[in-house]
């Protein structure tokens, strides 16, 4: 188990469905070779539809769970709080308002303990 690295999933442009999936795929991946922390960072991203993304973050909420692990959304205070709205934010799942901010909620996460 990777607990001190973070993986890094960047997202530029306008966000849609297949690069919702492609992100839920990613993170599925990176879990089954062993990394357990994550940030997606949104802050260059332009349009960014709160379904899609809430679905496939959603989606790998439970593998995140039983992995211990964490993904931390970097987004604008608009897109974070849009995001907020509509998912539960806690130990598992994240936002922050820089990539700087997610990386240091991700590492300040403990496996297996608080968060």
Do not use: K, N, W, Y
């Amino acid at each position: 188990m990777q607990t001190d690295v973070v993986e890094v999933i960047d997202v530029a442009g306008d966000v849609g469905r297949r690069d919702a999936r492609e992100i839920a795929a990613r993170v599925h991946s990176a879990l089954g070779q062993g990394a357990v922390r994550f940030v997606v960072d949104l802050t260059r991203a332009g349009s960014v539809p709160e379904g899609p993304l809430t679905l496939a973050l959603l989606g790998v909420r439970p593998a995140l769970a039983r992995a211990d692990g964490r993904l931390v959304v970097a987004a604008s205070d608009e897109v974070a709080g849009r995001l907020a709205s509509v998912l539960r934010l806690d130990g598992v799942l994240g936002a922050a308002a820089s990539r700087p901010e997610a990386l240091a909620a991700c590492l300040a996460a403990v496996p297996g303990g608080s968060r």
